[in-house]
């Protein structure tokens, strides 16, 4: 039996909700990939119920419009982006740099294991569209300005480079995400994105640059870059 609109209460409401609760999560899962790979304007509803395992018309019974599943896919996400920062992060420390490396760390996790987002960016914000103004207004603006105050905090106390912090908000975004996003392209580099080692050491990288700063007056690092002139 299908689920839907049409299907009668009880008896069985109890297993019939518990259905229509995984024809939903499927439709999600789809349209997120969906999204991700064509844009909003791309997207077919009818290649993500068929993903889904759904019926077209189920999209509508379960979100209405394309409109409103592009944006619970992008809430989801973003979501799921915040459970991963909060699992690098102590609940009970006040220290302001632990927290922008447990941002840094769960950023990098989190890109790794779901590129979409960043891909659905690329496709949305080169263009003002009511999603776009929406999701800025509704979750990207008070993240923006969180980060930015801590870095502004770190800054002013000489802890990290004196760096415009709306300028290392979208870098920390772009450092992290575009090794994932363009995981095709490193692949053909020789690169696995996948590797959690090589993702535990991008997010070490990550937190070493923008947060561990070289004492002053300390030497560089010694290199094998000598012009071979110069040992003889």
Known sequence: ATTGAADPPAPGRTRRNRGSEVIRQALGDAGIDEFAAHGFTGASTRRIAEAAGAHQSQIRYHFDTKDELWRRCVVRLLDELDDAIAANADPTSTDVTAALEAMIRGLVQFMARRPQLNRIMAHEATTTTDRL????????????????????????????????????????????????????????????????????????????????????GSAPAPTDRTDPRRRR
Do not use: K, M
């Open 133 to 216: 103004t929406w999701l800025v207004e509704t979750h990207l603006a008070p993240r923006h300005a969180a980060i930015t105050a801590r870095w502004n905090e770190l800054a002013e106390q000489g802890l990290v480079a004196p760096l415009d912090g709306d300028l290392v908000y979208h870098t920390v975004i772009g450092a992290a995400a575009l090794l994932y996003s363009n995981a095709p392209e490193a692949v053909l580099l020789g690169i696995e994105p996948t590797d959690p080692d090589l993702v535990a050491r991008h997010a070490n990288a990550l937190v070493t640059l923008f947060l561990r700063r070289p004492q002053a």
